[in-house]
């Protein structure tokens, strides 16, 4: 599903070049829960904003969904990213003048990837799925950070996305709302959606199929859990 | 509705106080553009209906004595529909004890039938009856007369005579009578000749068959019935072929209209800047936004949509704002030119088109000044936008101006800060000097124009020494004027003078249609002046014969040199008439006709002269070879100078005359001389000072806007002020400080331009309305007002924002992302 071939990604700063990414080479399969751990600035954002097509590699190739990314342009690589792709931000990120509902909605807008007509219907069963369906019709800044978050789980799975990638997804909330976010997303991985979670805390790796470490830009562990990743082949 | 108009409407919504702001500033300049245009519509449109219906003349012919058999024979032409005679009699009138008015007289022959030119009786009696007199609706004010009043008349050899004053009729191809400071009346043949004058008519309308909008054949077919007229042993003195289907005052109405609505566009430029502002601020708050929601599957364009639909919904309210204001506007200008044209406006209703061209206009103002904020903002790349924290991406203090700026020490805490926060957004201080200072601009322009006017004209009646001219119905000895200035009192001294009109022999002639139109107000009415514009003759010229060193009129030569005594072929040439000749230089011949024979002279000089029309003096001596010892024309000085020391002499001198027999055509005096253009300028000076006060409310407006924009993107630092110990009262200066700073940098940036561009101005709008440029000069006054205004307005435009800023709870501040 998700396929990084030697990517590398160097920033150039008023201090010189500074590499994010060296040389990663990472394979991900269907319906497959990995983890991307490692300190802040370790590079695992990067990592993640490469296989979400919001960061272009400086050398090496990246291949999502059978699409190599890197050849995409603007539009076409937004578009992609609406259909295929769905994000889940450590801020949650809603649009604060949008109601939950139309927060999910909007990627059905943007991509016109189901009827207008039965866009509302979607959201709200999404939103039951993650279990917010009463606050369909708030604005973000009535419901707590869970709930925001649950919101933002929702609109990330709108277009029915094969991928699912979320950036510390947990690091703004309390452990128990963290620990049923983090079963949401093991739900997602079961019913096989691939799923990929940025996170610098390790207790995720009890959970993930398998845990990619990254430490100054480079790859220098994967785990894979014994228990999980039978389950995640089955999915597949 | 889609979710992305969902969040168009609601971000709106949510900033609705500074969206009000931006849709009013706005609105303002639609509003002044959609009255322009309307008025313009609906004006040009009466003008020329009402003109239309009154069946006016294709041509006028003067001649002598018209009878019924002439008339028959240019009613053969089948090229002529039409054709009817009338006679205008220049007179004076006079109601009651009050003073002597210029009157002109329409004597019509049978006023059951009027065909051509007609008129519409307005109130009382119609048709008059013998010994009765209609009057112009406009000129009851300047005759100070009403129906029924009996009114003292004096026309040509007759003597003073009463007539009665049976009704009112509006003739809508007259200037308006106010302006001209003449009356006109309408009386019957047999009333004539009871006045004591030959009953005759010398002047024929004509009207064409075919093609009445043709000027080309027009010319054709009055000229074959000149031929006609002049076969049959008539004299023709003058052919007069008016505009087609135009009202004389078509086209000035149309140019100033025109130019007021390109202060309407400038205005909406100004509040199109304000948007600029406002977007950019959005777009720079949402860029986290626009991150995410590029993130989940938007384009560029998709997302750009979204803030183009919020200038699109600006544009939509400020029409919905504007459009009635818009409509008012426009009543109130078409009423306030039609009173000024002296016509009716039946209908105010407004073209399709305009509606249009205003709601085009609304709505492209906002969507080009977002433009190119929403597209740079759209376009930025989501990693960049998820990684932005802030509204000011921009670091204080890495630019020159920064550090300079921190320079900049002082005591007063308050006003350091204000100065560094005002230049921390350049783009947006720029824009908004830019609309505060085009306020400031024009209000100061307003003032220099006036100033400028004011010398223009002092300089133009400095060079005049008299204080009274008199115009006279024929030629007298000089001997006779003499003995009545002598026996006048209040008269210190008097010249006789000899003015005629003269014309530029065809070939060398610019056409000037639409001079002598005016020319009432130009020639100061003393001489009387035609109906007609547009004659086929080229271009008339006043002449004024000049006594050798003459005491009462001080030419300002700018080239060559003034007349000389013993002088009587050279010729002095004022700057209008030097203007239609370009080729002429000083030496050079000039041909001219005066009555039938043509005269050369040599150009010695030539003479600047302001609001004037086409002038050239001439030496009295060469009167004096032909009609020795005669002058036509009095200028006299006063030794009181106000308006009863004036009414006192005219009444004294009228008696003086008659006592002589000397017949008085009418006379002017020059504070009323000077009242009728000082009326002109008025005009523009309100205009002017209405201009800036719009654009100062623009440039209010956008301070606020920018102000409460500033203080939304520095709520976190304001939070940070309170919580290190500053009080509400603190934040409250700062905030109105750098608001008042804005306000002073935009004062000085406008007091740096107002030399330049007041010019501009002044020129081209005396250029418009008189045709003639300006003597500038400079009223600092206005610095100085303009100057209270800035710190004024500025400090009330912040004061909102100011407060809020104040109100800022320490917890929200810092909580505010």
């Known amino acids: 599903m998700i396929s990084l071939q030697s990517v590398t990604k160097e920033y150039e700063t008023p201090a010189g070049m500074f590499s994010a990414l060296r040389d990663i080479n990472v394979e991900v399969r269907k319906g497959e829960f990995v983890a991307v751990v ?27 969904a059978g699409t190599e990314i890197h050849s995409l342009s603007e539009s076409q690589l937004a578009l992609w990213r609406g259909r295929t792709v769905g994000f889940v931000f450590q801020f949650f990120q809603l649009l604060p003048t949008l109601t939950g509902a139309e927060n999910v909605m909007l990627p059905m807008d943007f991509c016109r990837t189901f009827p207008a007509r039965e866009r509302r219907q979607r959201a709200l069963e999404l939103l039951e799925r993650v279990g917010v369906a009463q606050q369909a019709d708030k604005l973000p800044s009535s419901l707590s950070g869970g709930e925001q978050q649950r919101v933002a789980i929702a609109r990330a799975l709108a277009n029915n996305p094969p991928v699912v990638l979320a950036d510390e997804p947990t690091g703004n909330l309390d452990s128990v709302t963290a620990g049923a976010v983090i079963d949401l997303f093991r739900q997602m991985a079961k019913s096989g959606t691939t799923v990929v979670i940025a996170s610098h805390e390790r207790d995720i790796a009890r959970v993930s199929d398998r845990t990619v470490e990254v430490v100054d830009g480079t790859i220098v562990g994967i785990a894979t859990d014994p228990y999980a990743a039978p389950e995640a082949e089955d999915c597949a | ?119 519409n009786p307005e109130a009382g009696a119609w048709p008059p009856a013998l010994g009765e007199i209609l009057i112009e609706r406009d000129a009851f004010r300047v005759a100070r007369a009403r129906i029924g009043d009996t009114v003292t008349v004096k026309i040509a050899q007759g003597k003073e005579q009463t007539l009665r004053v049976s009704g009112g009729v509006h003739d809508v191809g007259q200037a308006q009578a106010r302006m001209e400071n003449m009356v006109y009346g309408y009386i019957t043949l047999a009333t004539l000749a009871q006045l004591g004058e030959e009953a005759y008519l010398d002047q024929l309308n004509i009207l064409v068959a075919q093609n009445r909008f043709d000027e080309g054949h027009i010319r054709t077919v009055a000229t074959d019935i000149q031929k006609l007229v002049e076969g049959r042993g008539h004299p023709v ?25 390109t202060f309407g566009l400038f205005v909406l430029v100004l509040s199109g800047i304000v948007v600029v502002n406002l977007i950019t601020a959005l777009m720079a708050s949402q860029v986290r936004q626009i991150g995410v929601m590029k993130a989940i599957g938007g384009t560029r364009w998709q997302i750009a949509r979204i803030y183009f639909g919020q200038a699109l919904l600006l544009g939509v309210a400020a029409i919905i704002v504007s459009l009635p204001l818009g409509l008012l506007g426009s009543r109130i200008l078409c009423r306030y030119l039609a009173a ?11 073209p399709v088109w305009v509606y249009l061209l205003v709601a085009l206009v609304g709505l492209v103002t906002p969507l080009l000044a977002a433009a190119y904020p929403v597209w740079k903002g759209s376009g930025i790349s989501v990693r960049e936008a998820l990684a932005d924290f802030g509204t000011s991406r921009n670091t204080f203090g890495t630019s020159v101006l920064d550090r300079a700026l921190a320079g900049v020490g002082g005591s007063v805490r308050p006003l350091v800060f204000a100065l560094r926060n005002s230049f921390r957004q350049r783009t947006r201080l720029a824009l908004t000097l830019l609309t505060m200072a085009a306020g400031g601009l024009f209000f100061i322009s307003a003032l220099n124009v006036r100033a400028s006017m004011i010398s223009t004209l002092d300089r133009l009646f400095a060079g005049k020494k008299y204080d009274l001219s008199v115009a006279l119905g024929n030629m007298y000895p000089s001997e006779k004027l003499a003995r009545v200035i002598n026996n006048t009192p209040g008269i210190v001294r008097g ?26 107000l130009h020639s100061g009415g003393v001489a009387g002046g035609g109906q007609g514009s547009g004659g086929s003759r080229g271009t008339r010229v006043n002449v004024i014969a000049l006594p050798p060193e003459t005491n009462l009129l001080k030419l300002e030569i700018v080239e060559g040199r003034d007349l000389l005594p013993g002088e009587s072929d050279t010729i002095v040439i004022n700057s209008a008439l030097a203007k239609k000749l370009p080729q002429l230089k000083v030496g050079d011949p000039l041909t001219l006709q005066m009555g039938p024979a043509e005269t050369t002279w040599r150009v010695v000089g030539i003479s600047r002269e302001s609001f004037s029309p086409s002038t050239a003096y001439i030496p009295l ?59 002109h300028m008025l005009m523009i000076y309100v205009f002017l000072i209405v201009m800036s006060g719009i654009i100062g409310g623009v440039g209010g407006l956008g301070l606020m ?113």
Do not use: C
Request: glycine fraction near 8%.
């Open chain 1, 38 to 64: 490692g300190k802040s600035g370790s590079g695992k954002s990067t990592l993640l904003n490469m296989v979400g097509g919001i960061d272009r590699p400086s050398s090496g190739t990246v291949a999502v």
């Open chain 2, 1 to 119: 509705m889609t979710t992305p108009w969902r969040k168009v409407i609601r971000d709106f919504w949510k900033e609705r106080m500074r969206t009000a702001l931006v849709v009013l500033a706005i609105a303002l300049g639609i509003s002044g553009f959609a009255s322009v245009m309307a008025a313009y519509a609906i004006l040009t449109r009466a003008l020329d209906e009402g003109y239309l219906a009154t069946n006016p003349a294709s041509a006028t012919l003067r001649t002598d004595r018209i009878d019924d058999d002439l008339i028959s024979a240019i009613l053969a032409n089948p090229e002529v529909s039409d054709a009817e005679p009338r006679r205008v009699v220049n007179g004076r009138i006079r109601s009651g004890p009050v003073e002597w008015r210029n009157l002109m007289i329409f004597v019509v022959k049978d006023f059951g039938n009027i065909r051509v030119s007609k008129l």
């Open chain 2, 237 to 261: 003195r003058r052919l007069d072929i008016p505009r087609p289907g135009k009202h004389p005052h078509t086209d000035i109405t149309g140019v100033m209209l025109l130019s007021m609505s």
């Open chain 2, 340 to 350: 000024f044209l002296n016509f009716d406006i039946n209908s105010f209703a407004v």
């Open chain 2, 495 to 520: 010249e006789g003078w000899f003015t005629t009109d003269g014309t530029l022999p065809d070939p060398t002639a610019a056409a000037t249609p639409g001079n002598a139109g005016s020319s009432g």
């Open chain 2, 621 to 679: 001596a060469f009167i004096a070879e032909r009609h020795p010892g005669m002058a036509n024309n009095l200028r006299l000085v006063l030794n009181k100078t106000d308006a009863a020391s004036i009414n006192a002499v005219k009444t004294s001198l009228e008696r003086n005359l008659e006592l002589e027999d000397v017949r008085a055509l009418g006379s002017l005096s020059q504070a009323d001389s000077r009242f009728s253009f000082d009326q």
């Open chain 2, 705 to 817: 806007t920018t102000m409460s924009l500033n203080v939304m993107e520095r709520r976190r630092e304001m939070g940070l002020l309170r919580a290190i110990g500053a009080s509400p009262g603190f934040v409250w200066t700062i905030v109105v400080a750098e608001g008042v700073l804005v306000g002073l940098l935009s004062w000085a940036l406008a007091a740096l331009v107002a030399w330049p561009v007041s010019k501009l101005v002044g020129n081209f709008l005396t250029r418009v309305v008189f045709q003639t440029g300006l003597e500038f000069a400079f009223e600092t006054r206005g610095l100085f007002i303009w100057l209270a205004v800035s710190v004024l307005v500025s400090a009330a435009a912040s004061f909102i924002p100011a407060w809020r800023a104040s109100r800022f709870t320490v917890r929200e501040a810092l909580a505010y992302e």
